[in-house]
């Protein structure tokens, strides 16, 4: 009965580091054969950063996996159940303790703080460059409107919202004037002018998501946020990148904003400023967009207006 529980202990010991090897060997493996999958260089400056962070996280984060996997197998089979051998009583040890809290500690910080620089060089510094772009998120669908030539956008707001004006627009504001609000599902956007963008939402919280510009923020009901970005790789050139030429930019909702939260979706353009140009004068601006005149549009305003 002895030996037969000693070879059992030895067959699962041996099985033990046979389960290690093929899993950490098929990590690599899947993690090699499928990065084909994921998202391509990033579009924008503060991609890159992000990116560089990411994988700075991913390496840590790989060699404390290893390290514990290889070191928990390891103490598996090596320390398998013998009758001749009793455990060592180690109660504690203080400079092992000290050494495993403040080496963990030190690290998390490093990563944490260097995070944060970044996220607020990203978010909070003080931008006035950006050519002025909100997105706005409906259920189940986005809005783009540009700001025209003065670079403001238009005042808004939701008592306002009708079929024919669906971001509220307040047309009394002179800023209003001259905004743009594209037709179809499809935006663009320059490459190499910086962006300032700024994000709505009218019913629920909705996430406006660029992937491939490593952009997102949370579009909040009663909230104006915004985001602060550079277009570093027209679709044309992503698409040799990539080696698809059927390859789309796109903004996503990546928060789940009700049933059909699935189709939210809008293709992005990024393209020469010169070709932004030519077919942003082929956009109508805010007022004209509506089945009336921007005047009559103005006058059935009044109304409403009144009660804000």
């Given at each position: ?52 962070l990411l994988w700075i996280n991913f ?123 594209t037709t179809g599902n499809e935006m ?121």
């Amino acid at each position: 009965e002895e030996e037969e529980q000693n070879r059992d202990n030895k067959t699962n010991a041996i099985l033990s580091m046979a389960f290690m090897i093929i899993g950490l060997v098929l990590i690599v493996y899947m993690t090699l054969r499928y990065s084909k999958f994921m998202l391509p260089r990033p579009a924008t400056e503060h991609g890159v950063e992000t990116d560089n962070l990411l994988w700075i996280n991913f390496g840590v984060i790989g060699i404390v996996f290893f390290a514990t996997q290889i070191a928990l197998y390891w103490f598996a089979y090596k320390y398998r159940y013998d009758k001749n051998r009793r455990a060592y009583f180690y109660p504690d040890n203080h400079k092992l303790e000290l050494i495993w809290t403040v080496v963990p500690t030190i690290v998390l910080a490093a990563l944490i703080i260097t995070g944060l620089n970044s996220w607020n060089k990203i978010t909070q510094s003080n931008h006035t460059d950006g050519m002025k772009v909100q997105v706005y998120g409906y259920q189940f669908n986005w809005i783009a409107r540009y700001a025209g030539k003065d670079n403001t956008l238009g005042a808004s707001n939701y008592k306002l919202i009708t079929d024919d004006n669906g971001l509220g627009v307040d047309y009394r504001d002179k800023a209003s004037a001259d905004d743009i609000m594209t037709t179809g599902n499809e935006m663009r956007l320059p490459v190499g002018v910086p962006i300032d963008m700024e994000f709505n939402s009218r019913d629920v919280i909705h996430s406006a998501y660029f992937p491939h510009l490593r952009v997102q923020m949370n579009c909040v009901p009663g909230m104006t946020t915004k985001f602060y970005f550079k277009p570093t790789i027209t679709t044309a050139e992503m698409r040799k990148i990539t080696g698809d030429p059927n390859f789309d930019y796109v903004l996503l909702c990546n928060k789940i904003c009700g049933v059909a939260h699935y189709t939210m979706k809008m293709k992005l353009v990024i393209e020469t400023p010169e070709e932004f140009q030519a077919w942003i004068k082929t956009q109508k601006p805010v007022m004209e967009t509506a089945t009336g005149t921007a005047s009559n549009e103005t006058a059935s305003q009044k109304k409403s207006v009144a009660s804000l």
